[in-house]
């Protein structure tokens, strides 16, 4: 049986699919593992702009109610 298989090419075959799929296993993970770090990225960008946003709308109406008070005042 093991000369039939040989004969027919089936273990070598066998051999290199299974090469192929690990191969293949090997840059999915490293793809997974990419994708992971992407996700995390784009969610410390999006805490960081909040942040941001935050800041520059508190500078805003610190500003507006200083020149709201000044205008107050003076009339």
Do not use: F, P, Y
């Amino acid at each position: 049986m093991a000369e039939e298989t040989k004969k027919n090419g089936w273990s070598d075959w066998a051999h290199r699919v299974l090469g192929d799929i690990e191969r293949i296993e090997a840059k999915l993970d490293k793809a997974m593992a990419q994708i992971n770090q992407l996700g995390i990225d784009i969610a410390v960008l999006k805490t960081k702009a909040a942040l941001i946003g935050a800041a520059w709308g508190l500078a805003a109406s610190i500003i507006a109610s200083i020149v709201i008070h000044t205008i107050v005042k003076g009339v």
